[in-house]
């Protein structure tokens, strides 16, 4: 079974700073990690698929990379709205599960 | 885009049942696979069940394995999962959400609290 990690837990900046969010994967998986914004009280809401494809209506502020077993969201220049809990997520082949990471909260500084 | 819509959450006391409802409108719930993930309070998300489109494949977590039952009614738009056996852990606010290609899930409801709890 995959295991995903995300680093750090809390990440505290200013808007308009660049947040830089880590997910490492306990193995290597294919392209199917994707990145979930959640804000309090609100359903989470897709950002990122297939690593790096932005959801629809996701502002090009948000990017994703990396390969293999590990991978990053990048918010480029942080805004108000944006401050909230990231998760990753993968689905394996076999066993057909799928997984979230633990999240990153990014809060105000 | 499509709207989800959970009901049947509810303060239920330990070892009893309770059944979830997902209503799909905007869009033909026949087209898609579906899972549940749950939420415990100040937690972080967690996989529960999946279905495909036609019922053909279902898993489960290991949490809730034997406990839990995932079923649709497609001629009803409209998902559900069946809860027995509840303990404390399975508190949580559990969200239907539509699996789109494989594994993202690209629309979400807004979740109904189960509370288990004497």
């Known amino acids: 079974e995959i295991v995903l990690t995300q680093s750090p837990a809390t990440l505290s900046l200013s808007p308009g700073e660049r947040a830089t969010l880590s997910c490492r994967a306990s193995q290597s998986i294919t392209k199917y990690l994707a990145w979930y914004q959640q804000k309090p009280g609100q359903a989470p809401r897709l950002l990122i698929y297939d690593v790096s494809n932005r959801a629809t209506g996701i502002p090009a502020r948000f990017s994703g990379s990396g390969s293999g077993t590990a991978f990053t969201l990048t918010i480029s220049s942080l805004q108000p709205e944006d401050f909230a809990v990231y998760y990753c997520?993968?689905?394996?082949?076999?066993?057909?599960?799928?997984?979230f990471g633990p999240g990153t909260r990014v809060e105000i500084k | 885009e499509g709207q989800l819509v959970e009901s049947g959450g509810g303060l239920v006391k330990p070892g009893g049942s309770r059944r979830l409802s997902c209503a799909a409108s905007g869009f033909t719930l026949s087209s898609y696979s579906m899972t549940w993930v749950r939420q415990a309070p100040g937690k972080g998300l967690e996989w529960v069940s999946f279905?495909?489109?036609?019922?053909?494949?279902?898993y489960y977590a290991d949490s809730v394995k034997g406990r839990f039952t995932i079923s649709r009614d497609n001629a009803k738009n409209s998902l559900y999962l069946q809860m027995n056996s509840l303990r404390a852990e399975d508190t949580a606010v559990y969200y239907c959400?539509?699996?789109?290609?494989?594994?993202?899930?690209?629309?979400w409801g807004q979740g109904t609290l189960v509370t288990v709890s004497s």
């Open positions: 997520q993968q689905r394996s082949n076999w066993p057909p599960l799928f997984t």
């Open positions: 279905i495909s489109m036609s019922s053909d494949y279902i």
């Open positions: 959400a539509r699996v789109l290609v494989f594994y993202r899930l690209d629309s």
